[in-house]
């Protein structure tokens, strides 16, 4: 008699909790705005950029090999398709024999040009390490302890130092470049201690996301279960040893193999041994 009772009051309670007509016109408005808001921002923008290139590159086509001059209508990605054919016909022509003449002439040129040398060294360098088949550049994600220790946020490794910046350093440093929120094409050069940076697993695709989204979107732990049961360090110990080191001017003293990076790489070590 009492189950029944109970059961019976769980059933007006839930009754009571039922949605209004307004509260579930209120859900079903603001589910349409998530379904329909990425599609119609990401052709918006899509359509935006294509408009760009054409308004720009149709207008080079002679009128008399233009279609839009035979038709009623125009013919929206008409620039942004003579675009990528003519980047590929350059490709091709550069590869061969005369191109590359033409190139080593058009570098020389710019070369003896005060200012602008500089800009193309910059911009030639910049995007032959960005686009190289081999490049390490943003491919993986890492954690670094800035802008204190004890406070960690996400960079993005875009090589190994070399030159002068590492000849002055003992240890072996990585650069890593440290978006800022929301606007990640803005940030900082860091030149970090390999051993002081925890790898992550997430895609650089996931990071990036993160950091746009100020946090919003977290992607998944997709580790293993056998490390997800270990940390790599510990924001409070840091936080002790700063108060220290503030006060009362003593070193930050960690013990060998303690940092972030090794103990990382000494847990997948051991995950390693006892997957085989």
């Not at 039922?18 to 379904?35: D, E, K, N, P, V």
Request: charged share 20%; net charge negative.
């Amino acid at each position: 008699m009492a189950d029944e009772q109970q059961t019976t009051a769980k059933t007006h309670a839930t009754k009571h909790r039922a949605l209004t007509f307004g509260q579930r016109m209120r859900a079903y408005l603001l589910a349409g705005i998530l379904i329909t808001a990425p599609i119609s921002i990401t052709l918006y923008l899509a359509w935006i950029f294509i408009g760009f290139v054409d308004a720009r590159v149709t207008p080079l086509l002679p009128a008399q090999y233009n279609p839009e001059t035979y038709l009623p209508f125009a013919l929206p990605g008409l620039g942004l398709i003579m675009l990528v054919l003519g980047l590929m016909l350059i490709g091709a022509l550069t590869a061969g024999f005369l191109g590359r003449i033409w190139l080593r002439i058009s570098e020389r040129v710019l070369s003896g040009m005060p200012i602008i040398r500089n800009v193309y060294s910059a911009v030639k360098q910049i995007l032959e390490t960005v686009l190289a088949q081999q490049s390490n550049a943003f491919r993986e994600a890492v954690l670094v302890e800035y802008p204190r220790r004890g406070i960690w946020a996400i960079a993005f490794i875009t090589g190994r130092t070399e030159g002068e910046v590492q000849s002055v350093t003992e240890e072996e440093c990585i650069n890593i470049f440290l978006p800022t929120t929301p606007n990640p094409t803005s940030g900082f050069l860091l030149f970090v201690p390999r051993k002081d940076l925890v790898h992550l697993s997430m895609s650089v695709e996931e990071a990036i996301k993160m950091v746009i989204s100020g946090g919003i979107v977290t992607p998944p732990d997709n580790r293993p279960e056998a490390e997800k049961a270990h940390t790599y360090t510990s924001a409070a110990a840091y936080e002790e040893v700063d108060i220290v080191r503030e006060q009362d001017g003593a070193p930050i003293l960690v013990a060998k193999g303690n940092r972030p990076g090794e103990v990382q790489d000494k847990v997948r070590a051991e995950i390693d041994e006892k997957t085989q």
